[in-house]
């Protein structure tokens, strides 16, 4: 299992940021309470699925360390309702921490985001992830097992269960969008946009689950 700094390393190279600015971040945001402490040397805290979750929201969404913390908390609750019963689906947070984990088998489970995933969708290895951070608390992930792409699946539009069985067994796309349950937006007409990919996932698992000199392709 990895330790924060290795976590911290692992993200930095991967997204092409400063170490010590992702380093700054991710200390602040264990300060809060939102990442394992722990100790130094084989002390120190052995990183979680949740840990790395939310060092990817904080240095994905902040501006700065400082605001960091809020962030983490913020947008690890948006909100993945469906739109046929508004039922909420998952979080923001818990939808990072179930990708990192598909990780394990690379392709998606049969139950995925409270949803039953199609045929293809869960037997596939996965192909792309695109997980898109917008600064007016929003986010989606898309996810694609066929570059092509026959059909998609759409968390604020067509459910599993309005698909006809012939059409479901040909899903291979999933978008997810997740919102404020408070509506919470920031001021100003402003829109930032910060996107993240497959690679950044499956680099954090392999940390989390081989250690920095283990990895996996």
Request: charged share 20%.
């Amino acid at each position: 299992m990895a330790t924060l700094s290795q976590l911290v390393e692992a993200i930095a190279e991967v997204e092409g940021m400063d170490s010590a600015t992702v380093a700054l971040i991710a200390r602040t945001v264990r300060e809060a309470g939102l990442i394992t402490t722990g100790g130094r040397g084989p002390s120190a805290g052995k990183m979680t699925v949740a840990d790395a979750a939310n060092l990817l929201i904080a240095v994905n969404t902040s501006a700065s360390a400082r605001e960091a913390p809020d962030r983490v908390r913020k947008y690890r609750q948006l909100e993945m309702r469906s739109a046929e019963e508004s039922k909420l689906l998952s979080t923001f947070g818990d939808a990072i921490e179930q990708l990192i984990l598909a990780c394990n088998s690379r392709t998606l489970p049969k139950v995925f985001l409270s949803m039953a995933m199609p045929r293809l969708l869960s037997q596939k290895a996965i192909k792309s992830v695109d997980i898109y951070f917008h600064n007016k608390f929003r986010a989606d992930i898309n996810i694609s097992v066929d570059s092509w792409g026959i059909l998609g699946l759409y968390s604020n539009g067509s459910s599993l269960t309005s698909l006809t069985a012939r059409k479901a067994n040909r899903v291979v796309n999933l978008s997810c969008r997740f919102r404020s349950p408070n509506d919470d937006w920031f001021p100003g007409d402003q829109q930032i946009v910060t996107k993240i990919s497959v690679d950044t996932i499956k680099r954090v698992f392999s940390v989390l689950e081989y250690g920095p000199m283990n990895r996996q392709p």
